[in-house]
């Protein structure tokens, strides 16, 4: 319908357009954070091996003494062009990284993403089906006490079990060496390319090396979920609508699973975009533990090298994303309730 | 981080090597027909089985390049993947022929070093004088931040190339015009800001992507994953011995947990750098693995700033190297894998004496360090403010410089203060009068007393800590300029026993090297030794 | 005849208009069981910790940082549970047991002063963006976004490197870290609830009445809007716990000399579980585990009984009155 569409468009446009000052904000907030830490390359690299003048001087010719607002403008022209620049520890170009590395958090995360879904809407629609009996204190005491632990330690113990006493998983790592070596990747997804280039082997592999951490990862995510989705399901049990169902004499199962449950999934799609901060601070973890070779722990790397320029174009990057994902949601909300655009 | 270069000789205690002017004579001598190759083992001359070897590490990798690099994880790689004029074989303790066949001097400022004939880089393109002279050239032309062109300061300044500084009268004569006498330039001739590049492939400004590169080493590379791994193939053109495997894999981790996991799960052969003391003693029981030890030339210490208070004060600074018992920090925080040190020349190097123990006895001595605060009326207890650093140098320093404290606070003494920061603030603020007393390490660029001793004495040290004695700066200047093995280690000597007395800086151990290594893996052993060099061509399996 | 008046069974619940603490309370009293079970057990965990934090070297057997029994003697590295040491001791040579108790004493300090910071900025700023509109609120507003969804962990760790140059590695900075990582969150929160209240007639007619800004804030929006915060101070408290611990795994949280901290406790038992020692990152790790669940159950808890959306009602009997007898005075039909 033309008008329809005609709102739709305009909100979209607005909406990115909103989005535009945030990102600003966020990387202006990104290039004062690394400027004003303590701390330059140089130093982080090679302080306690030079004498003081030879660290200044290398300092001074790499041209970490310029003003500021110099240095802001340049990396703001960068950004535009994205032109992320060079690591300063190990002379990788960024984008190199952000593809590399990010596809390994991709798959990660993704996977992980998945099974939080399955976890968080199945348990929590069991939870808030079945409000104030077992099942719900169950699961939500399941899901509160899951992710009370912290990811790192739930990593911990499952690599403790899993892998040094029952032997069964592999405890870092994507893929074991030769693997590595000899998969064709193409998308730098392994999974993927170990599927369109048939190497069966290798997909058992991965898939392996995925189990644990995704699992571990999905499962505290999954436990955010439970709550969300039991809470939302039993707000929308309350509406109206399903009143009348009731009223009418449909089965309270049909009433949860063809009334209120598609309903209670609007808001849903909302969370899982907002869960997205949420899973990459999640994944710096796991893949700290994990020794996953994501871009969450590459940042950490840089972070403590004071690699500012990997810093920056890392967290570019994923503010770019995390406002690409925003404005999606506001898009797919406003496109199934059109309440939304006004 | 520091640590890199290794690359030198590691005199083996108590035996005298051959003195520096003697060296070119043996080192004519052994040229001969055949490509000099004096790795510890006689490898036949089989062909290798197909052996693939992996070894596991929590290093990480700056540059390939040679101008772009200064550490650990760079220089392991690249040495497998290129060549030095001169480099110092397997528990070996001279600098010896390599590509060059012979580099002789007569008054250690003009050095002239003849190549082989027939060399090539894994890219079948010659390797002639004029690569080696671009090699230099371009190390100290890039000047890049994170590199060592300032190993080849004898040779230029950092920037500052002059054309005079190297000569190539023809295809295999290499002529270093220093600019001052230097008797250790040999052993710089090993480090890893002497590796040779082809002149045809590589740009003379700027730095070369790692995964394009080209040399003349033992291996090629045939993959590099940043962070992730690196694969290592024999080379066929190599001039020497072919290595006793014919792959490497390199699989990097980011923490020493991960590593000894995956030891423990079989999913690697070797582990290399760096574990905790926990890892080792947990893992010495381990079935399928072993640990195996080497001599180390790391040393750890901290140093007392002698224009801020109380180092400033040489009774405070003697009662401190008194009441430290390095025994027990060996044996509690770091489980005998470390030995104590008396002395900042490490065991191992010529001229080696354990100044700190002659001076002050071996074990703390709390009435000694007691009456020394006396006599020099210091009221006690001394307040120090001490630092030192979370990470950098492993998460044991917590220990040790808690141990510490407790050490210097036996009898009320001492009453100390400790504070610490991240590696980078800590730099800038150490080296710059920001702290009374300072945890610090080292490893050695080469193999040679001289690292450790001008690095850490003389005025125009690094450290920053002030501390001028004439009769050192002179006693060096001796050392640096002589060839005479004898004169060298008397110097080293005397300076031991000067600035053990004035204790500007407490040494406390010397690490020794370790790797774990699965059970089959044969060849680690020989490779362990100071020079910090893990050379693969030396590892096999037995089967 | 006028109708008999409808009383309920249980005395003391009453309807109509409640004032203060009666106020406060008549949710708590008026929810359903189930809710008010979560609310006990989370308040029970919580209060457990925090009388553990306060009363710290009452209930551990050692400072967090001792090393050595009374008579000098050093303890074992790494040593089992046994009668000296419950819960083992650890690579550092410290008791776990007296760690984990002071590590709920950092825990504690470091989050309520979070808490009061984040309350103190976060707060007034909601309230009065809220109310006053405008090119200020939106571009606080914009501000506050922009902070919302940068990933928090990564966002504490970079305050964390900034502060520690000023304030060392201790409670205050990691506070500080995540206080300012809350804030947009507060704010967010208060800013749309006065939006909503602003509109509402009661405040409106104060305005109407000539009553200035301050007073409407204070007396009428300000009262309304605190409800929430308690909900979401413990949510934000038990999330803060984790970012605590994070921070220390990571190894950018409090220094080990400073305070016990039970992050940096599992980041330095992770290398003891391959050589089989589970005691020293199990205990911490619990300890985590216990203390967010008692805060998180407290949160919710609260908002099923707070909350007007979610909450249930206690069914209370209404009993009417006895029908008076036919023949007692009356004719006839109702």
Same mark, same amino acid.
């Given at each position: ?23 600003? #904000? ?61 690591? #300063? ?25 998945? #099974? ?29 006490? #899951? ?196 | ?86 480099? =110092? ?8 022929? %390599? ?94 800001? %002497? ?54 894999? =390199? ?39 072993? =640990? ?252 | ?124 700023? @909601? ?204 004719? @006839?039909?109702?």
């Amino acid at each position: 319908m033309a008008g329809r569409s005609h709102s739709l468009r305009r909100y979209l446009l607005t909406r990115i357009a909103l989005a535009i000052p945030m990102l600003l #904000i966020l990387l202006t907030l990104v290039f004062l954070l690394m400027r004003v830490a303590p701390g330059d390359p140089i130093s982080a690299a090679l302080g306690g091996r030079l004498p003081q003048e030879e660290l200044d001087r290398r300092r001074a010719e790499a041209g970490y003494d310029r003003p500021l607002i110099g240095q802001y403008l340049e990396y703001l022209g960068d950004v535009a062009t994205f032109d992320f620049g060079t690591t #300063i520890v190990d002379n990788r170009p960024v984008t190199d990284v952000i593809v590399q590395n990010g596809a390994a958090t991709l798959e990660l995360t993704m996977v992980a993403m998945v #099974i939080a879904v399955v976890t968080g809407v199945g348990i929590g629609t069991l939870a808030g089906r079945y409000r104030d009996t077992g099942l719900d204190v169950g699961g939500r005491l399941f899901g509160i006490v #899951i992710y009370a632990a912290p990811v790192f330690y739930l990593g911990f113990l499952a690599q403790l079990v899993f892998g040094k006493w029952l032997g069964w998983l592999p405890t870092s790592g994507r893929a074991s060496p030769v693997v590595t070596f000899e998969l064709d990747t193409k998308t730098n997804l392994f999974l993927v390319d170990s599927v369109i280039t048939g190497n069966w082997e290798a997909f058992v592999d991965v898939v392996e090396h995925l189990v644990m951490p995704a699992t571990v990862l999905g499962l505290v995510i999954g436990g955010v979920f439970i709550r969300l989705v039991r809470v939302n399901l039993i707000q929308t049990l309350k509406g109206d609508y399903v009143e009348a169902a009731r009223a009418r004499g449909v089965g309270e199962r049909a009433v949860v699973f063809r009334h209120a449950f598609k309903n209670a999934l609007v808001p849903i799609v909302t969370v899982v975009g907002l869960q997205f901060a949420l899973l990459l601070s999640g994944a710096v973890l796991t893949e700290q533990t994990f020794n996953w070779p994501g871009i969450g722990s590459e940042l950490v790397r840089y972070l403590d090298n004071r690699d500012y320029i990997a810093v920056q174009g890392i967290i570019t990057f994923a503010g770019l994303v995390v406002v690409f994902v925003s404005v999606l949601i506001d898009f797919v909300n406003a496109w199934i309730d059109p309440r939304v655009r006004f | 981080m520091e640590g890199v270069w290794r690359g030198g000789a590691v005199k083996r205690k108590g035996r005298v090597a051959a003195a520096f002017a003697v060296m070119a004579l043996v080192l004519a001598a052994c040229s001969s027909d055949e490509p000099g190759d004096t790795d510890g083992t006689d490898t036949g001359t089989a062909e290798p089985a197909d052996v693939t070897i992996i070894h596991g590490t929590t290093d990480s990798i700056v540059s390939l390049d040679p101008a772009g690099q200064y550490d650990f994880g760079s220089n392991q790689i690249s040495q497998q993947v290129y060549s030095t004029l001169l480099e =110092v074989p397997a528990g070996g303790s001279l600098p010896e022929p %390599a590509l060059a066949e012979s580099c002789e001097t007569e008054d250690s400022t003009v050095y002239t070093c003849t190549l082989q004939d027939g060399l090539t880089f894994s890219d079948g393109s010659p390797l002639t004088s004029e690569d080696v002279a671009f090699s230099f050239q371009r190390n100290i032309e890039i000047d890049d931040p994170q590199g060592a062109c300032s190993l080849l300061a004898s040779l230029a300044a950092c920037g500052k190339w002059k054309d005079s500084a190297i000569e190539t009268p023809d295809d295999t004569t290499v002529v270093f015009n220093l600019q001052a006498p230097n008797a250790v330039w040999p052993s710089v001739l090993t480090t890893s800001a %002497a590796f040779i590049v082809p002149s045809e492939v590589y740009p003379a400004d700027a730095l070369q992507p790692d995964d394009q590169v080209v040399g003349s080493g033992r291996y090629t590379l045939a993959e590099y994953r940043p962070g992730e791994q690196v694969v290592l193939e024999a080379n066929p053109s190599f001039y020497g011995d072919a290595p006793l495997n014919t792959r490497v894999f =390199v699989q990097y981790f980011k923490q020493s947990s991960a590593l000894k996991l995956a030891l423990e799960q079989g999913e690697v052969d070797i582990g290399w750098r760096t574990f905790t003391p926990t890892d080792v003693s947990s893992l010495e029981g381990a079935e399928g693995l072993s =640990v195996v030890e080497g001599p180390g030339g790391e040393i750890r210490y901290f140093a007392f700033n002698l224009n801020l208070e109380p180092g400033d004060e040489p009774a405070v600074r003697q009662a401190a190297a008194m009441l430290i018992d390095r025994q027990a920090i060996a044996d509690n925080v770091y489980e005998g894998t470390v030995d104590p040190l008396y002395s900042m020349l490490p065991a191992g190097f010529a001229g080696h004496t354990e100044a700190f123990a002659e001076r002050y006895g071996e074990g703390p001595d709390p009435d000694g360090a007691a009456q020394v605060l006396d006599d020099a009326s210091v009221q006690t207890p001394v307040e120090l403010e001490l630092w030192w650093t979370p990470t950098h140098y492993g998460d044991a320093s917590a220990d040790e410089y808690a141990e510490i404290k407790r050490q210097l606070e036996e009898g009320g003494l001492f009453s100390v203060t400790l504070e610490s920061t991240e590696w980078d603030q800590y730099t800038e603020d150490a080296f710059t009068d920001g702290y009374p007393a300072y945890q610090l390490g080292w490893f050695p660029d080469y193999v040679d007393g001289d690292n450790y001793i001008a690095s850490f004495y003389s005025s125009a040290s690094f450290l920053n800590i002030h501390y001028e004695n004439q009769e050192v700066d002179d006693l060096i200047a001796v050392e640096q300029g002589s060839t005479d093995d004898a004169e060298r280690e008397g110097s080293f000597q005397r300076i031991q026993e000067i600035t053990a007395e004035e204790a500007p800086i407490i040494p406390i151990w010397q690490g020794t090297q370790l790797a774990i290594v699965r059970d089959g893996v044969t060849g680690v052993e020989d490779t362990l030794d100071p020079t910090y060099i893990f050379r693969y061509w030396l590892i096999s399996k037995s089967e | 005849m006028s109708m008999p008046a409808l009383e309920p069974v249980a005395p003391g619940a009453s309807l109509g208009r409640q004032r203060g603490v009666r106020r406060l309370v008549a949710p708590f009293r008026d929810a359903n069981g189930v809710s008010k079970a979560v609310v006990w057990v989370g308040a029970f965990i919580t209060t457990a910790f925090v009388v553990l934090a306060i009363f710290a070297p009452v209930f551990a057997p050692y400072e967090f940082d001792s090393f050595r029994t009374d008579d000098g003697v050093r303890f074992a590295k790494q040593e089992a549970p046994s009668a000296q040491h419950p819960f083992g001791t650890n690579v550092m040579q410290t008791d776990v047991l007296s760690r984990v108790i002071f590590g709920s004493r950092t825990a504690i300090q470091v989050v309520a002063l979070a808490l009061v910071v984040s309350l103190v900025v976060g707060l007034p700023l @909601g309230l009065i963006s809220g109310y006053r509109g405008g090119p200020v609120d939106r571009g606080l507003v914009l501000v506050m976004d922009a902070l919302i969804a940068f990933p928090s962990l990564l966002f504490a760790i970079v305050i964390a490197f900034l502060l520690s140059d000023t304030f060392g590695r201790g409670v205050v900075t990691a506070a500080l870290a995540i206080s300012i990582v809350y804030i947009p969150q507060y704010f967010r929160v208060v800013r749309n609830h006065v939006i909503s209240v602003r509109e509402e007639p009661f405040v409106e007619a104060a305005r109407a009445i000539g009553a200035p800004p301050r007073t409407v804030i204070r007396r009428y929006v300000f009262q309304n809007v605190v409800q929430n915060v308690p909900v979401i101070a413990t949510l934000n408290a038990a999330d803060a716990i984790l970012t605590l611990a994070a921070l220390g795994f990571l190894g950018y949280g409090i220094q080990p000399t400073e305070a016990a901290e039970w992050g940096y406790d599992i980041k330095r038992a992770i290398s003891d579980a391959g050589a089989g020692i589970w005691w020293t990152g199990l205990y911490p790790g619990l300890a985590i585990v216990l203390l967010v669940t008692g805060l998180t159950l407290l949160g919710e808890g609260l908002n099923d009984v707070l909350n007007p959306v979610i909450r249930r009602r206690k069914t209370v009997p209404v009993a009417f009155p006895r029908r008076p007898e036919i023949g007692e005075g009356n004719e @006839g039909a109702p």
